[in-house]
């Protein structure tokens, strides 16, 4: 009995010495602080960019207009070269000779009609004397008319040949910067054929070619209906270029062409920026894109854009909702400006968007607002 009521007392030892040495309950870990931005409407630029291709304003082939060997290039190939310049030579000869053969028909010709045109005034004095017939009158008369006809096909004739002299020196139809030559001195060309001697483009200014989607066209219309978007005049929408290397292109273009079709193939309409180039620094053919200030958002929603995130089904932000509650907001972007994004939709004007501490924060968790600092984070638009 005695040694009953000792295992009792040592079992009753043991149980009170391990709840005491039991670790205490963890406790909840505190909600994450986090900061915050309150989003508020502004007025911002709607800047929509694209793709483009560099052409030159005005292109022309130089091509031969008469048959005949090169004789000589006269400009230097790659330079600049003014309307009017000469760029070749073609032999001039056998031109010359045409001139000086029409030139011969037509004083044949002109001696003809002078022959014709007396015969006539000598019938005329006949004819009223009854010396001769009416009928050998007017039978002059006629063979006057065909003789001035002759005359006149004559003068046509030496026109056409001395225009196919002056072809023999080729000159520059625009103002612009010369191609290579595609052929050398001594090389035939031909009219026929239409041989291209070199190319001519002017350079400035330029024009940059893009195109714009149909959907982002409609958008655009359907924003506009709504207040959302005010858009200037075609003529007064600026366009700023970046180049291949990420640089911005000095000098500011503008929007003079968009054409009111939409191409099947693609269904893409076509627009057109007239750019200056007064240092040549854009060449036909070049890739740039073309950054279009397409009016201006009265009220639009700029968020950092470390406050976003961009994953396959789209972009969203974290939002602190009632009772200090994390809420995941999907969201629409447009533009990117500066350090900001452009929120066209899943935001309101007074939402709380959490910039700061987004690592910790689970959607539907509490979070804890850290005080606020200075405005150097609040976005900043263009």
Same mark, same amino acid.
């Given at each position: 009995m005695v040694q009953l009521q000792k295992n009792a007392s040592h079992a009753l030892f043991c149980s009170l010495i391990l709840a005491a040495c039991a670790p205490a309950p963890v406790p909840a870990p505190p909600p994450p602080e986090v900061r915050v931005l309150d989003v508020e409407p502004r007025v911002v630029s709607n800047i929509v960019e694209v793709p483009g291709r560099v052409q030159a304003i005005r292109t022309a082939e130089v091509r031969a207009r008469v048959d005949g060997i090169v004789q000589r290039r006269v400009y230097r190939e790659g330079s600049?070269?003014? %309307?009017?310049?000469?760029l070749f030579r073609i032999d001039p000869r056998e031109m010359r000779a045409n001139v000086s053969a029409a030139q011969a028909t037509l004083a044949?010709? %002109?001696?003809?009609?002078?022959n014709a045109a007396q015969d006539v005034e000598r019938y005329k004095g006949l004819v009223q004397e009854q010396a001769i017939s009416e009928q050998e009158? /007017? $039978?002059? +008369?006629?063979?006057?008319? *065909?003789?001035? #006809? /002759?005359? $006149?096909?004559?003068?046509?004739?030496?026109?056409? =040949?001395?225009?196919?002299?002056?072809? @023999? @020196?080729?000159? $520059?139809?625009? #103002?612009?910067? =010369?191609?290579?030559a595609q052929v050398t001195e001594g090389a035939l060309v031909s009219a026929a054929a239409a041989?291209?001697?070199? *190319?001519? %483009?002017?350079?400035?200014?330029?024009? +940059?070619?893009?195109? &714009? !989607?149909?959907?982002?066209?409609?958008?655009?219309?359907? %924003?506009? @209906?709504?207040?959302?978007l005010k858009l200037?005049?075609?003529?007064?929408? !600026? +366009?700023?270029?970046?180049?291949?290397?990420? !640089?911005?292109?000095?000098?500011?273009?503008?929007? /003079?062409?968009?054409?009111?079709?939409?191409?099947?193939?693609?269904? *893409? #309409?076509?627009?057109?920026?007239?750019?200056?180039?007064?240092?040549?620094?854009?060449?036909?053919? &070049?890739?740039?894109?073309?950054?279009?200030e397409a009016g201006v958002r009265p009220g639009a929603l700029l968020v950092p854009q470390r406050a976003v995130k961009l994953g396959q089904q789209g972009a969203n932000v974290m939002v602190v909702g009632p009772d200090q509650i994390a809420v995941s907001r999907d969201v629409k972007l447009g533009d990117l400006q500066a350090d900001s994004w452009v929120v066209l939709e899943g935001l309101h004007a007074g939402d709380r968007v959490i910039v700061d501490g987004? &690592?910790?924060?689970?959607?539907? &968790?509490?979070?804890?607002i850290a005080a606020p600092e200075q405005a150097e984070d609040r976005p900043r638009g263009q």
């Open positions: 600049d070269v003014r %309307e009017g310049q000469v044949r010709a %002109e001696a003809t009609v002078a009158y /007017d $039978a002059a +008369v006629a063979r006057l008319r *065909t003789a001035q #006809a /002759d005359v $006149a096909q004559a003068r046509a004739q030496l026109e056409s =040949a001395r225009l196919n002299l002056s072809y @023999t @020196t080729v000159n $520059a139809p625009i #103002a612009g910067r =010369a191609g290579r041989t291209l001697l070199t *190319t001519i %483009e002017q350079l400035d200014p330029i024009y +940059v070619n893009f195109s &714009q !989607s149909s959907a982002d066209l409609l958008r655009i219309r359907r %924003e506009i @209906t709504q207040g959302r200037p005049e075609l003529q007064r929408v !600026s +366009v700023r270029l970046i180049l291949e290397d990420g !640089s911005t292109y000095p000098h500011e273009g503008h929007i /003079d062409f968009l054409d009111l079709s939409i191409d099947p193939a693609t269904g *893409t #309409a076509a627009l057109r920026a007239e750019i200056p180039n007064p240092e040549r620094g854009l060449l036909p053919g &070049q890739f740039v894109r073309a950054r279009i987004l &690592q910790k924060v689970q959607p539907d &968790q509490p979070v804890r």
